[in-house]
T-cell receptor
Framework: DTGVSQDPRHKITKRGQNVTFRCDPISEHNRLYWYRQTLGQGPEFLTYFQNEAQLEKSRLLSDRFSAERPKGSFSTLEIQRTEQGDSAMYLC????????????FGPGTRLTVL | QKEVEQNSGPLSVPEGAIASLNCTYSDRGSQSFFWYRQYSGKSPELIMFIYSNGDKEDGRFTAQLNKASQYVSLLIRDSQPSDSATYLCAVYTNAGKSTFGDGTTLTVKP
């Protein structure tokens, strides 16, 4: 499978716990994105990497959220001290550096905070 | 006003009809425009993109872009029940930032 993969697919946690999600982009894609999506809404931009550099971060992202892409390949998204409002689908997408920014999404990680 | 606006629907069309989905955007600097299909519980799937004014056709799908009116649309010809999904419009404005609408739910009735 050469598509974008995400792990885990589902995560249930208790309020106050930390969680970490992983995204493996399409191998030749330099750009990697994280989005959050809640029911009835479109994906909401969180952050963007070009290779290992984090170039853009949403103002909506609180200090509890952090993302890394240390070697320019896979990326992790960590949420500290989770809150019930963090319950959502977390989507990762990747795109090639050249040409139109066509983003291909992974299957997502569904987070439920109890 | 949201940056990307779509009618939430639901839009219902009979099988074989043309479905027309619309999207407006606020940033005149927007460069590229994308349509995604999202089935319930699944992640968005890219249908097509457009970046020049006019029409772009891909099989049963046609994207239309009018930058002067800040309007982009997707036409689905010969609609099939399998086309029933939520259709998301996404607008790429600058390096690394794409803004999505909240989607239009389409139902194609057999």
């Amino acid at each position: 499978d050469t598509g974008v993969s995400q792990d885990p697919r589902h995560k249930i946690t208790k309020r106050g716990q930390n969680v970490t999600f992983r995204c493996d982009p399409i191998s030749e894609h330099n750009r990697l994105y994280w989005y959050r999506q809640t029911l009835g809404q479109g994906p909401e931009f969180l952050t963007y990497f070009q290779n290992e550099a984090q170039l853009e971060k949403s103002r909506l992202l609180s200090d509890r959220f952090s993302a890394e892409r240390p070697k320019g390949s896979f990326s992790t998204l960590e949420i500290q001290r989770t809150e019930q409002g963090d319950s959502a689908m977390y989507l990762c997408a990747s795109s090639p550096l050249s040409g139109v920014d066509t983003q291909y999404f992974g299957p997502g990680t569904r987070l439920t905070v109890l | 006003q949201k940056e990307v606006e779509q009618n939430s629907g639901p839009l219902s069309v009979p099988e074989g009809a043309i479905a027309s989905l619309n999207c407006t955007y606020s940033d005149r600097g927007s460069q590229s425009f994308f349509w995604y299909r999202q089935y319930s519980g699944k992640s968005p799937e890219l249908i097509m993109f457009i970046y020049s004014n006019g029409d772009k056709e891909d099989g049963r799908f046609t994207a239309q872009l009018n930058k002067a009116s800040q309007y982009v649309s997707l036409l689905i010809r010969d609609s099939q029940p399998s086309d029933s999904a939520t259709y998301l419009c996404a607008v790429y404005t600058n390096a690394g930032k794409s803004t999505f609408g909240d989607g239009t739910t389409l139902t194609v009735k057999p």
